[in-house]
């Protein structure tokens, strides 16, 4: 994105680059065909859940002026909307928390005041809405999204990690309370009597755990050795949203003595029922609110701009971060615009406005690249299939393939090409015709093992389209039509699939590996290696990664403490923007420049892994022995969003010439990258290795990269 200030030039630049694509942007996701309702269905889940669950806890604390119809009214409306003439259509918009916060504040001060009352509240939040509507297009207009070139992975990190514990304390929360008697309840009632409600608890702890413990197995399908490809590629794409119904249908296995509340279901009113459709005229009833009040909606309205206007673009960001090699430019300040009058909309028909939300973007974009996998993947497996059958070479295959990959690429010159394409492919297509001993010997599947290569080396690519947004939104806007059956659902389901959201959103959050790496014992941290891995993780000094850590850890603590607090919880995003000048201006200071830009990329890079044998042998000498063989085993292991990631060792068949060179480090060696700091993460070499070698003491204070380190 180009920083400009000008005003109304980042919308025009945004403009023309999205409406050059729009039409891509449809045809893409149809030419997808069924395949698309796998993601649609996901990122449906995703976003309806927390919606209803929000409107729940504002119905609660707004006496029922709100509720969850209002709610899912307002995320269907404005994620139709902006699927057709947003800007970014990764992006998901929904009523998020800070919403609820926000609004739960406004409810509290107008209740209390004589002159506006209960009668007038969404009145007055209609001119709140107004006030922040006029901010957000002073922001998109005068180029203010620019500041988030600004935002370092630092900050987008600590913000999604922050959101994630947000997500995990609600489910906490929600369970406590399964063991409570809720507000505006009898507490007479035969229900909430202690041992029908420690019931209800410890029911509503199996039917949480259960969800989330079957909902994380289901994305892993993929890597299932049981059951053939397309049923593990079915439970892996629609997993989740089958568990949450099948615990809730568990939920209706208590029959008999056991009162008919137990377990808890959700408590919403039908769309048709008397009051839930009063605020749609709001609008006439806003000329009633006092102006002193009209003027002082600018107050809270200046706060929800600021919170907007971070957390959509924020979302936005994650969304499309590199890791995602998207192709198609971002649209931050028009995007922004459109939130503008989103908002001014959802005033005016007295229901919260909806705004990106996270986790729910990324897991979009990264369901999407899942799709993109396997789209790929079936055409390039077709492709080598046939060259095997004609007898071809590796490198004739190897053309083939490219060319059908080019092929699915789109035709659009003016998008920026794939970064990577079939680069590391080729890399391992000449390494293995190498140890072959001749590239353009015909092969067969002895040799190349089709699928799993493919699997391994494929680039990750996203399909970027805009029918799974209104396909999602539409399903969202169904739920209020179809409130009479969610409100079977337990809530204790809601709980979980809260937990689920929160675990899902942390692979590829490079904080949260960083936090994992401090507990990893020092004689394992070379198991690091065997998986893909950030490059810090051999350019940077252990301390230094350690420091770095504590310091964004102690930042996140204070960030989450802030949100305990009453009203000023909702400002926490201003603690987040704090981070452009304390990593601009504070942290350069503490780190050096290189260690800073490796641990604070703005691109996210992965270092090939290391395979187990290779990391003990280099060590330790070729004498070493190895763990269980639980731990050395190849295996094939999926990431929370479904692509395959390589964790294995070099692939040796009968018919594969043993290479001349046995040095790891060998071009000889068959995808194998050697990596330097082996050493420096095995400070204490493991007592189950063997002594074949004395090998030499290493501090992790020092980067064979950096031997200036101290």
Known sequence: MEETFVPLRGIKNDLNGRLKCYKQDWSSGFKAGFRILAPTTYIFFASAIPVISFGEQLERDTDGVLTAVQTLASTAVCGLIHSIIGGQPLLILGVAEPTVIMYTFMFNFVKERQDLGRELFLAWTGWVCVWTAILLFLLAVLGACSIINRFTRIAGELFGLLIAMLFMQQAIRGLVDEFRIPQREDPKAIQFIPSWRFANGMFALVLSFGLLLTALKSRKARSWRYGSGWLRS???????????????GVSYIPTGDVPKEIPRRLLSPNPWSPGAYENWTVVKDMLNVPVVYIIGAFIPATMIAVLYYFDHSVASQLAQQKEFNLRKPSSYHYDLLLLGFLTLMCGLLGIPPSNGVIPQSPMHTKSLATLKHQLLRNKLVATARKSIGNNASLGQMYGNMQETYNQMQTPLVYQQPASQGLKEFKESTIEAATCAGNINAPIDETLFDIEKEIDDLLPVEVKEQRVSNLLQAVMVGACVAAMPILKRIPTSVLWGYFAFMAIESLPGNQFWERILLLFTAPSRRYKVLEDNHAT?????????????????????????GLTWVPIAGVMFPLMIMLLVPARQYLLPKFFKAAHLHDLDAAEFEESPPLPYNIATETELGSGASGMADAEILDEVITRSRG?????????????????????????????VSYSPRVRDLKEVVSPQAGTSG?????????SPLNPSSS
């Open 234 to 248: 079915l439970v892996a794409d629609y997993g989740v949203p089958l568990m949450v119904l099948v615990w809730t």
């Open 536 to 560: 810090f993780v051999e350019t940077v000094p252990f301390k230094a990664i350690a420091t770095f850590t504590i310091f964004q850890t102690a930042y996140l603590l204070v960030c989450f």
């Open 643 to 671: 692509e395959f990631r390589r964790s294995c060792s070099p692939k040796i068949t009968s018919s594969t010439s043993t290479p001349a060179n046995n040095d790891p480090r060998s071009p000889h060696s068959p995808r």
């Open 694 to 702: 004395d090998p030499k003491s290493y501090k992790l204070g020092k």
